[in-house]
């Protein structure tokens, strides 16, 4: 996602989020991540991995803009071009 709303030019907070911790690139990687609290979660968005096997790296070969959320080490939400999908069981982001 670099080059776009998620690279290092961004705004370093978000508007809805309590506080941001970290905003940019994984030291050991090319991936964007950004770690929030919102209503008193601790999240952390991640930007997908496109030569991984899923339906979102899929996604993200083709061009589109994906970011997986993550809540305690479980996947709750993913963004794919501005869309969100909420997974089930986790009422986390809700």
Do not use: C
Request: aromatic share 10%; proline share 2%; glycine share 10%.
């Amino acid at each position: 996602m670099s080059g776009d709303k998620y690279s290092s030019n961004a705004p370093r907070s978000l508007s809805w989020a309590q506080s941001v911790t970290r905003f940019g690139k994984l030291q050991r990687a090319i991936f964007d991540r950004v770690d929030f609290v919102f209503d008193g979660n601790k999240i952390r968005g991640l930007e997908q991995n496109p030569q991984t096997n899923s339906r979102w790296a899929k996604l993200a070969r083709a061009g589109k803009k994906v970011m997986q959320f993550l809540n305690e080490g479980h996947y709750v939400a993913n963004v794919v071009d501005g869309k969100v999908t909420m997974y089930g069981g986790r009422s986390v982001m809700q």
